[in-house]
């Protein structure tokens, strides 16, 4: 694919679950109870999508798909896009905007502590992704980044504990992640294999 067109046509395809989202609903087509669909659908894209991001480096690595770093950036700032589209459909459609509910549901619910803790480390992945903040950060940048772990790692979690009994869904994003993590740790035990390559690897 041509350079310039790459990152247009990833852009696109990374609209395209909002855009099969709304449209099922403007059809009538989520059933019962739309909010919760618009709900789970929301959060299990947040979570594909943090897992697509850190497959960016192992696919250079492995592949030498060097067009993998380039869009990297684009593909975390979507995981945090619909993480947002998910905490607003909890805080807009499910709580209408009762901060006391809110708060009471922060601190009575597991699988609701751990999906805000999620969304509140990946607010400062979101706001550092660019080049001025990484310049800035230096070093840091790299500390601070290895969260792009620690939130899908939660979002396992949270997912977990929501379904309670039928865990095949949260465990099957658990063991990509566990893979995931397991080539970083094995790229980062080979001397010169980590490098600097920007954002969220
Ligand atoms: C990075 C952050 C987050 C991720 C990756 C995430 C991911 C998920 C996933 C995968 C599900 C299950 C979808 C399914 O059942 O198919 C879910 C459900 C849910 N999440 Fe999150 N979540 C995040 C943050 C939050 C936050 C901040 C809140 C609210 C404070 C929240 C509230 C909920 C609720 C209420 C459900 C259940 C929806 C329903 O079935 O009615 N999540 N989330």
Redesign the pocket.
């Known amino acids: 694919m041509r350079k310039q067109l790459l990152k247009p046509v990833v852009f696109m395809l990374c609209l395209l679950p909002l855009m099969v989202l709304g449209w099922q609903l403007l059809a009538g087509l989520l059933g019962a109870?739309p909010?919760?669909?618009v709900?789970?659908?929301?959060?299990?894209w947040?979570?594909r999508f943090?897992l697509i991001t850190l497959m960016a480096t192992p696919l250079k690595r492995l592949f030498g798909w060097g067009w993998t770093i380039r869009v990297r950036r684009m593909l975390g700032l979507f995981?945090f896009f619909y993480?947002g589209l998910?905490?607003l459909t909890?805080?807009w459609l499910?709580q209408f905007f009762d901060w006391g509910e809110?708060w009471l549901?922060?601190l009575d619910r597991p699988?609701?502590t751990v999906?805000?803790l999620?969304?509140?480390?990946?607010l400062p992945l979101a706001i550092t992704s660019n080049t001025f903040m990484m310049r800035r950060l230096g070093r840091g940048w790299k500390r601070l980044h290895r969260l792009a772990y620690i939130?899908?790692a939660?979002?396992v979690l949270?997912?977990w504990w929501?379904?309670k009994a039928d865990v095949l869904?949260?465990l099957v994003?658990g063991a990509v992640l566990a893979v995931l993590l397991g080539l970083r740790i094995r790229a980062g035990f080979v001397p010169g294999k980590v490098r600097q390559e920007g954002c969220a690897s």
């Open positions: 109870n909010i919760d669909e709900a789970d659908n929301t959060g299990e947040a979570l943090l995981a993480a998910h905490l909890y805080l499910d809110i549901d922060i699988f609701i999906g805000m999620a969304f509140v480390l990946l939130v899908p939660l979002g949270h997912f929501l379904v869904e949260p994003y």
